[in-house]
């Protein structure tokens, strides 16, 4: 089961705070994500995140096209199963589906 809850808050034209939890559960373990995440000019994103059992990340994205949306996370793996793993990396492709909101 995974839960994942953004909202979008206009700090003013160029600037939106997008606050997002995540929740993911499997029959193994379950995790929560925290992250303040910040979109410039509607494209580019940079944020800061806590996630449970590992401590803090960070990325970076952005809109590629008009509905596609590239990111770069790194986590410091600092606590937990994380700790001898001297951080992770990860890249994600997303596809926004579903009407045009105001960010895109």
Known sequence: ???????EYEINNEITLLPTVF?????????????ANFMFNKNLFLGVGYR???GLLFNIGMLAK?????????????????????????????????KKGKST
Do not use: C
């Not at 089961?1 to 909202?7: H, L």
């Not at 929740?23 to 992250?35: H, L, N, P």
């Open 1 to 7: 089961m995974n839960v994942y809850a953004t909202y």
């Open 23 to 35: 929740y993911r559960q499997s029959k193994a373990s379950s995790q929560f994500d925290v992250f």
């Open 52 to 54: 449970q059992q590992v």
């Open 66 to 98: 008009e509905r596609f949306q590239v990111n770069y996370s790194y986590d410091l793996g600092r606590q937990g199963p994380a700790v001898g793993t001297g951080g992770t990396h990860e890249i994600m492709l997303k596809y926004l589906i579903g």
